[in-house]
Nanobody
Framework: QVHVVESGGGSVQAGGSLRLSCVAS????????MGWFRQVPGKEREGVAS???????SYADSVKGRFTISKDNAKNPLYLQMNGPKPDGTAKYYC?????????????????????WGQGTQVTVSS
């Protein structure tokens, strides 16, 4: 059974930095994509950053140049380095894993790409 667990959330001041981590266990696929989504109450989940097994990445325009997604060679853990977060980045952040569909650059930030989701970790950015 696949388990996806995030950690590292918390409170941070705007302009500071925070790193989220994610460990996914119970899977052995060699082709996959992993990423981070975020959601605030009443809004759709938004793709933030994603990386596929060969290293191709994709970022939401709102975080380009400030956030960096990375992973160890052995798939885990997955990181999201958040530099210069903004108050509108306050949300619950979810780690995701996709192994059923081919990972394309055009679909890396689509929620339909992913079939495993963590429980989420809250990030609060204060001004």
């Amino acid at each position: 059974q696949v388990h996806v667990v995030e950690s590292g959330g918390g409170s941070v001041q705007a302009g500071g930095s925070l790193r989220l981590s994610c460990v996914a266990s119970g899977w052995i696929y060699s082709s996959y994509c992993m990423g981070w989504f975020r959601q605030v109450p009443g809004k759709e989940r938004e793709g933030v950053a994603s990386i596929e097994s060969e290293g191709m990445t994709s970022y939401a325009d709102s975080v380009k140049g400030r956030f960096t997604i990375s992973k160890d060679n052995a798939k885990n853990p997955l990181y999201l380095q958040m530099n210069g977060p903004k108050p509108d980045g306050t949300a619950k952040y979810y780690c995701v894993l996709g192994v059923l569909h081919r990972c394309l650059l055009s679909t890396l930030l689509s929620k339909y790409q992913y079939n495993y989701w963590g429980q989420g970790t809250q990030v609060t950015v204060s001004s």
